[in-house]
Structure formats: C-alpha cells, structure tokens
C-alpha cells in the first residue's frame, strides 16, 4: 500500500489527512471527502491543497496522530487492505504541524 500525507489550509491551522491505498484512483475523492466534512463543521478551506507521497515518513505521519489522539494508535492500520483515511483538524500553533507541513 502506499501512503500519503494530505493537507489542507483553513481557517487557523490545517485538516490533515493519513491516506493508505492501493490505488491513487482515490486520491480525490478522499480530498473532496476531507473538504466537504470540513466544511461541514464550520472550516472554511483554502484553494491550496498539498498532497505529498510519503516513503518511511508515514512512521512519523502515525506517530503524530496517535499523540494527538492521547497515544492511541488505530488498529484500523494493521488491517486496512485497500483503503484508510484518517483526518484531522490541527491549529498552526501546535508544534506537530510544523512536523507535518515540513513532509510536504
């Protein structure tokens, strides 16, 4: 599978996103799933979306999102055969998003 790192400006930090895939066939729509829910919860997006293939720094993309999530890492990477999408909103005040944007 290959993994790619997704990011999108709005309003005060970025909707990043941990895409795993055996197809880049699903590269926008998993963006356009990422805008739409943003949008829903209030974000309002930039035109500018970085969409970055990641080699061995999809290790750190993961280390990033479990600290996030209080160190929890998803169980839903393990058995992900086709497909794995997991996004979040970071302001650009955290220390981690700088981690992030500097993959890009």
């Not at 930090?13 to 699903?26: R, S």
């Not at 309002?44 to 929890?72: M, N, Y």
């Not at 890492?73 to 220390?95: D, G, N, R, V």
Request: proline residues 6%; contains cysteine.
């Amino acid at each position: 599978m290959e993994h790619y790192l997704i990011s999108i400006p709005v309003n005060g930090g970025y909707i990043h996103g941990y895409l795993m895939t055996d197809t880049d066939l699903v590269l926008d729509p998993a963006v356009e799933r990422m805008i739409a829910e943003a949008e829903k919860q209030g974000f309002k997006c930039q035109p500018i979306i970085l969409v970055t293939k990641l080699d061995d720094q999809w290790k750190l993309v993961r280390s990033v999102i479990s600290r996030q999530a209080g160190g929890e890492p998803s169980h839903k990477w393990q058995t992900a055969k086709h497909f794995h999408l997991t996004a979040f909103a970071m302001p650009s005040s955290e220390p981690d998003t700088e981690l992030l944007m500097e993959l890009h």
